[in-house]
């Protein structure tokens, strides 16, 4: 019997076997934090030049999948033209992501726009994840004031802040503006007497 | 002077509207340079001496509470750039311990951002949200709540749980709301811990304040998607708060964009379009609020179409009406019919959707879903092949499976080919019009089977050995059941060359593996060899055989022919030997002995 490849079958055979119960026991893994159909996975905010100021992972990712998950939706979403989908499919998910450009750099020509990208279940409403973007882009801009790349910059953990008012567990929590905007203050002013008082 | 410069570039820096941000000259110093770093290599350079000094800094005794606060807040922003600092960890946890809120918080804020709830320090934290839970400030007991929603696993459930069924009923409704979303999260983790306390979900629905309410739907969704027929109680209740957000009687705190409460809308069109399904009665009711909503939606804003979208999902999904069918219809030839390329897209989803109720839909947007199908977007051209799968017929299945077969050779994402390739074999199977049309099949989809090869070897799961499966049935199935076709089949030698390239490239692959299909596969092959022995004998006396042919024929006669016994293994050998005798300057044929 005329053996065509006789070395690489066994080698590739158990690599089969391997790799397929792995994919199988890391799918059983994934299915089981899918259990709610509908959620955000995580939610990552970059810098045209793909630097990272803002990330809140709601499923679980190592840091080293984590690096791995920026530089790719870097790669596929920082190359789109201005007038394709707000959408991308990415590993059979999908990423939502929309480009912010502060009112002030516009004004003053400086090309520093911010992405926010989430990424959802494939049969998620994306329009409605595209208007949740743009709510959490509406109360930074209502605390920081037309907030910009910098304002980000600086103030990532009051961002973390406000950001853990309006999502919680990967699910939409207030969708009122101004119950956010009370909350926050409320903190923000126990803040400042705790500071002031250090001193 | 030095101070009140700091101060006063901080308050310039950070202070629009923010508060003093109390960050140390230091941290401002450390993120611009890391703005102003050219490269990642200088990026991570930067970081690590920040690391490295933050580790010394850090193990000192006796370091202040404040000046702790912001180590906490540069090792968050190194994590976040993706470098570890797990040696801050147990410092965070710590300052979860203090009694100011300002430090409590950031310690929760670190502690959430920094470990998962299967980490060993979570046993450290736990009492201390216990503790924190009861206490009398209610912003405590947020931070409290919002920690609790990321890091209890299943083994510390029990532990807050009592304390979060309390919060329920708390007089601040940020209180309950959060421990709405907490009891979701633990649902979720462990459904059985929580299964006594459901009813509290159906209680919560019945709040005053709507924000609690809006959260309340999370959990009921997914409740309901696991179990329909126990909540079809609810729909009556569903629809009214339906009404009742429509009809604009929520606060206007809840307005986006001139749409009231678009996104409670939303959540309850989703869970309706559940109660509904397959339920004559549930849908009733639904219908005349579905109507109204249609009406009044403001097509103009991307919100509005979010929730004109959903409306089209729900109607699509419960039991049909005719009225709203036709007014989603009407919603989706203007989706489709817009420049902007994400209405477009949610134009071609609606439209798959109806097409599963009424198929004739599709016709009228023909010239639509093509223009889609040639746009540069690629978004939108998948968008389109998936819709193209819901609507092929026998009529339209060449042209489609050949357009489906051509994207896929042109794409990179080997995730999305194989998905390409199985649906390309399920249509196939499904609609092949003649055995013509299948051989050419294969012939075209040799080429893709090889890429599709070099897929097997890195994927490992069961679909790409189904697509195998399938399509190794498609060629040896569509040999043709009548001996004339199959003669002139068996003349062409270049399918011949295929099927045995396809042949020793699964045995290649799954060679010693015991895979079920693997088998199959091996064994519809060898079936269709042996009957292949007969006509291959008979064509061997024929002079002229162009010599690749040859080989496939020797080696088919020297692997099968003696296998069901008709022919002794000298006559077989006898025949070979004419053969080589007549070929005598080709060696490959010679090897195939």
């Given at each position: 019997?005329?053996?065509?490849?006789?070395?690489?079958?066994?080698?590739?055979?158990?690599?089969?076997?391997?790799?397929?119960?792995?994919?199988?026991?890391?799918?059983?893994?994934?299915?089981?934090?899918?259990?709610?159909?509908?959620?955000?996975?995580?939610?990552?905010?970059?810098?045209?030049?793909?630097?990272?100021?803002?990330?809140?992972?709601?499923?679980?990712?190592?840091?080293?999948?984590?690096?791995?998950?920026?530089?790719?939706?870097?790669?596929?979403i920082l190359t789109r033209g201005p007038k394709l989908?707000?959408?991308?499919?990415?590993?059979?998910?999908?990423?939502?992501?929309?480009?912010?450009?502060?009112?002030?750099?516009?004004?003053?020509?400086?090309?520093?726009?911010?992405?926010?990208?989430?990424?959802?279940?494939?049969?998620?409403?994306?329009?409605?994840?595209?208007?949740?973007?743009?709510?959490?882009?509406?109360?930074?801009?209502?605390?920081?004031?037309?907030?910009?790349?910098?304002?980000?910059?600086?103030?990532?953990?009051?961002?973390?802040?406000?950001?853990?008012?309006?999502?919680?567990?990967?699910?939409?929590?207030?969708?009122?503006?101004?119950?956010?905007?009370?909350?926050?203050?409320?903190?923000?002013?126990?803040?400042?007497?705790?500071?002031?008082?250090?001193? | 002077?030095?101070?009140?410069?700091?101060?006063?570039?901080?308050?310039?820096?950070?202070?629009?509207?923010?508060?003093?941000?109390?960050?140390?000259?230091?941290?401002?110093?450390?993120?611009?340079?890391?703005?102003?770093?050219?490269?990642?290599?200088?990026?991570?350079?930067?970081?690590?001496?920040?690391?490295?000094?933050?580790?010394?800094?850090?193990?000192?005794?006796?370091?202040?509470?404040?000046?702790?606060?912001?180590?906490?807040?540069?090792?968050?922003?190194?994590?976040?750039?993706?470098?570890?600092?797990?040696?801050?960890?147990?410092?965070?946890?710590?300052?979860?311990?203090?009694?100011?809120?300002?430090?409590?918080?950031?310690?929760?804020?670190?502690?959430?951002?920094?470990?998962?709830?299967?980490?060993?320090?979570?046993?450290?934290?736990?009492?201390?949200?216990?503790?924190?839970?009861?206490?009398?400030?209610?912003?405590?007991?947020?931070?409290?709540?919002?920690?609790?929603?990321?890091?209890?696993?299943?083994?510390?459930?029990?532990?807050?749980?009592?304390?979060?069924?309390?919060?329920?009923?708390?007089?601040?409704?940020?209180?309950?709301?959060?421990?709405?979303?907490?009891?979701?999260?633990?649902?979720?983790?462990?459904?059985?811990?929580?299964?006594?306390?459901?009813?509290?979900?159906?209680?919560?629905?019945?709040?005053?304040?709507?924000?609690?309410?809006?959260?309340?739907?999370?959990?009921?969704?997914?409740?309901?998607?696991?179990?329909?027929?126990?909540?079809?109680?609810?729909?009556?209740?569903?629809?009214?708060?339906?009404?009742?957000?429509?009809?604009?009687?929520?606060?206007?705190?809840?307005?986006?964009?001139?749409?009231?409460?678009?996104?409670?809308?939303?959540?309850?069109?989703?869970?309706?379009?559940?109660?509904?399904?397959?339920?004559?009665?549930?849908?009733?009711?639904?219908?005349?609020?579905?109507?109204?909503?249609?009406?009044?939606c403001e097509s103009s804003s991307n919100i509005g179409?979010?929730?004109?979208?959903?409306?089209?999902?729900?109607?699509?999904?419960?039991?049909?009406?005719?009225?709203?069918?036709?007014?989603?219809?009407?919603?989706?030839?203007?989706?489709?019919?817009?420049?902007?390329?994400?209405?477009?897209?949610?134009?071609?989803?609606?439209?798959?959707?109806?097409?599963?109720?009424?198929?004739?839909?599709?016709?009228?947007?023909?010239?639509?879903?093509?223009?889609?199908?040639?746009?540069?977007?690629?978004?939108?051209?998948?968008?389109?092949?998936?819709?193209?799968?819901?609507?092929?017929?026998?009529?339209?299945?060449?042209?489609?499976?050949?357009?489906?077969?051509?994207?896929?050779?042109?794409?990179?994402?080997?995730?999305?080919?194989?998905?390409?390739?199985?649906?390309?074999?399920?249509?196939?199977?499904?609609?092949?019009?003649?055995?013509?049309?299948?051989?050419?099949?294969?012939?075209?989809?040799?080429?893709?089977?090889?890429?599709?090869?070099?897929?097997?070897?890195?994927?490992?799961?069961?679909?790409?050995?189904?697509?195998?499966?399938?399509?190794?049935?498609?060629?040896?199935?569509?040999?043709?059941?009548?001996?004339?076709?199959?003669?002139?089949?068996?003349?062409?030698?270049?399918?011949?060359?295929?099927?045995?390239?396809?042949?020793?490239?699964?045995?290649?692959?799954?060679?010693?593996?015991?895979?079920?299909?693997?088998?199959?596969?091996?064994?519809?092959?060898?079936?269709?060899?042996?009957?292949?022995?007969?006509?291959?004998?008979r064509i061997l006396g024929e002079p002229k055989l162009?010599?690749?042919?040859?080989?496939?024929?020797?080696?088919?006669?020297?692997?099968?022919?003696?296998?069901?016994?008709?022919?002794?293994?000298?006559?077989?050998?006898?025949?070979?030997?004419?053969?080589?005798?007549?070929?005598?300057?080709?060696?490959?044929?010679?090897?195939?002995?």
């Amino acid at each position: 019997m005329v053996r065509l490849y006789p070395n690489r079958c066994q080698l590739v055979g158990s690599a089969f076997i391997s790799g397929f119960l792995i994919s199988l026991v890391r799918s059983f893994i994934i299915d089981y934090y899918l259990f709610c159909s509908f959620q955000i996975h995580f939610v990552i905010l970059i810098s045209r030049q793909g630097k990272v100021r803002l990330t809140k992972w709601y499923s679980p990712y190592q840091q080293k999948e984590r690096s791995t998950v920026i530089r790719e939706l870097s790669g596929l979403i920082l190359t789109r033209g201005p007038k394709l989908c707000n959408f991308v499919e990415w590993k059979g998910f999908k990423v939502v992501y929309r480009r912010h450009d502060s009112i002030i750099l516009v004004i003053l020509n400086l090309y520093a726009s911010l992405y926010f990208c989430i990424c959802i279940d494939p049969d998620d409403n994306e329009l409605e994840i595209l208007e949740i973007i743009h709510h959490f882009v509406e109360i930074l801009d209502r605390y920081f004031g037309s907030v910009c790349e910098l304002d980000l910059i600086f103030n990532f953990h009051k961002a973390y802040y406000i950001l853990d008012e309006i999502l919680i567990a990967g699910e939409l929590q207030e969708s009122s503006k101004k119950t956010v905007a009370r909350l926050i203050a409320a903190q923000v002013n126990v803040t400042e007497r705790c500071v002031s008082l250090a001193f | 002077m030095e101070q009140l410069k700091t101060i006063g570039r901080e308050l310039a820096m950070g202070s629009q509207g923010g508060g003093w941000t109390g960050q140390s000259k230091e941290f401002l110093d450390l993120v611009k340079s890391i703005g102003e770093a050219r490269s990642k290599a200088e990026e991570d350079r930067i970081i690590l001496r920040e690391i490295e000094s933050l580790r010394r800094r850090i193990a000192e005794p006796d370091v202040p509470r404040r000046r702790m606060k912001e180590y906490i807040i540069r090792l968050v922003y190194a994590e976040m750039l993706g470098h570890d600092a797990s040696f801050g960890y147990i410092h965070a946890v710590k300052m979860t311990h203090d009694d100011s809120l300002s430090l409590k918080r950031t310690g929760y804020l670190a502690v959430t951002l920094f470990l998962s709830d299967d980490h060993d320090l979570i046993i450290l934290i736990v009492n201390t949200i216990q503790k924190d839970l009861r206490s009398d400030n209610y912003l405590i007991v947020c931070a409290a709540l919002t920690a609790a929603c990321k890091l209890i696993n299943e083994e510390t459930i029990p532990a807050v749980l009592p304390q979060v069924v309390d919060l329920l009923a708390h007089p601040k409704e940020a209180v309950r709301k959060k421990a709405v979303m907490a009891l979701h999260r633990f649902y979720q983790r462990s459904p059985a811990s929580v299964s006594h306390l459901i009813s509290n979900f159906r209680k919560r629905l019945c709040d005053n304040d709507p924000g609690v309410m809006g959260a309340t739907l999370c959990p009921l969704f997914d409740l309901i998607t696991a179990d329909v027929n126990s909540y079809k109680d609810l729909v009556i209740s569903f629809v009214s708060i339906l009404k009742q957000v429509a009809e604009r009687r929520l606060p206007k705190a809840y307005d986006y964009h001139q749409m009231a409460a678009p996104f409670i809308q939303i959540k309850l069109l989703k869970i309706l379009a559940l109660l509904g399904s397959g339920d004559k009665q549930a849908s009733g009711h639904i219908y005349n609020v579905l109507g109204d909503i249609f009406r009044k939606c403001e097509s103009s804003s991307n919100i509005g179409n979010a929730v004109l979208y959903e409306c089209i999902c729900c109607v699509s999904s419960i039991y049909p009406n005719a009225k709203l069918l036709d007014a989603a219809a009407e919603s989706t030839s203007k989706f489709l019919k817009s420049e902007s390329h994400n209405l477009k897209y949610l134009g071609i989803d609606a439209l798959g959707r109806l097409i599963k109720i009424n198929p004739d839909v599709a016709e009228e947007h023909q010239l639509a879903v093509i223009d889609c199908l040639e746009d540069p977007d690629d978004t939108l051209k998948r968008k389109t092949f998936e819709l193209l799968y819901k609507m092929t017929k026998s009529t339209n299945v060449e042209v489609i499976v050949d357009r489906m077969i051509d994207y896929m050779i042109s794409i990179n994402d080997n995730h999305y080919k194989t998905e390409i390739a199985s649906r390309c074999v399920e249509l196939a199977e499904q609609f092949a019009p003649s055995n013509q049309w299948f051989i050419q099949f294969s012939v075209s989809n040799n080429f893709t089977f090889q890429t599709m090869n070099k897929v097997f070897e890195h994927a490992g799961d069961l679909v790409n050995v189904r697509v195998a499966h399938n399509l190794m049935r498609l060629i040896a199935e569509g040999f043709g059941e009548d001996d004339e076709g199959a003669d002139s089949q068996l003349r062409s030698s270049a399918f011949n060359i295929e099927l045995l390239f396809l042949h020793s490239e699964l045995e290649f692959i799954y060679g010693n593996s015991t895979h079920i299909a693997a088998k199959i596969l091996n064994n519809i092959l060898c079936n269709k060899f042996l009957k292949m022995v007969n006509s291959y004998l008979r064509i061997l006396g024929e002079p002229k055989l162009p010599s690749l042919f040859l080989q496939v024929i020797c080696w088919v006669l020297g692997e099968y022919g003696t296998a069901d016994g008709k022919y002794s293994a000298s006559y077989i050998i006898g025949k070979l030997c004419d053969v080589t005798e007549a070929h005598l300057c080709n060696d490959t044929v010679k090897v195939y002995f």
